[in-house]
């Protein structure tokens, strides 16, 4: 399995940014996945959650509101728009597959497996 | 929101010797319980999951246990390539919380 991902940059405060994930080598609609960030020299954060379908979504509380995570299982991608962008908001973030072992409403979640070597967002004026 | 916690933030061991990494759930998560390895300027790896099990290609002397809110990871010989900081994660429920880490180091 490769995830690839893209998009990350320097962006001010108050601005958006959108991530991309591409995954290769498996067939990305039977996975949920997530996006997980690690500010500059700090412990790894979970951000969101995406079904594979679709169907369920989760996101931490401190970007809920601002940030969307949705894929297109057509193009076996994920991705991540993140608006009203904050300095906290800085770090890398990765795309994060899980492991289909646990039902979850007729879908497959569990943990993450496997990750990508991420992509950096700073925001800063 | 379940809360992690893990001791000690930093371990000092030589190669050769055993390592115990603690990990804390705030409640129960069963046995949803997974270690992370992290390398400096790598993606974290998975080493254990379902608190005790290790995914194919990890190391026999890498070893989990626990079960509702105590876990423990073991690394029964430390290894030069071991030195690393170890996280641990929930997945019992959203949101997927995480452990602050713990920093293994020579």
């Known amino acids: 399995v490769q995830l690839v991902e893209s998009g990350g940059g320097l962006v001010k405060p108050g601005g958006s940014l959108r991530l991309s994930c591409v995954a290769s080598g498996i067939t990305f609609n039977t996975y949920s996945f997530n996006w997980v960030r690690q500010a500059p020299g700090k412990g790894l954060e979970w951000v969101a959650s995406?079904?594979?379908?679709?169907?369920?979504?989760y996101y931490a509380d401190l970007v809920k509101g601002r940030f969307t995570i949705s894929r297109d299982n057509a193009k076996d991608s994920l991705y991540l728009q993140m608006n009203s962008l904050r300095v906290a908001d800085t770090a890398v973030y990765y795309c994060a597959r899980d492991a289909p072992i646990l039902p979850w409403f007729g879908e497959l979640t569990g943990p993450i497996d496997s990750w990508g070597q991420g992509t950096l967002v700073t925001v800063s004026s | 929101e379940i809360v992690m916690t893990q001791s000690p933030a930093t371990l000092s061991v030589s190669p050769g010797e055993r390592a115990t990494l603690s990990c804390r759930a705030s409640q129960s998560v069963d046995r949803d319980l997974v270690w992370y390895q992290q390398k400096p300027g790598q993606a974290p790896r998975l080493i254990i999951y379902g608190a005790s099990t290790r995914p194919t290609g990890i190391p026999a002397r890498f070893s989990g246990s626990g079960s509702g809110t105590e876990f423990s990871l073991i690394i029964s010989s430390l290894q030069s390539e071991d030195f690393a900081v170890y996280y641990c994660?929930?997945?019992?429920?959203?949101?997927?919380?995480f452990g602050p880490g713990t920093k293994v180091e020579f």
């Open positions: 994660q929930q997945y019992n429920n959203w949101p997927r919380t």
């Open positions: 995406i079904t594979n379908s679709g169907s369920y979504i």
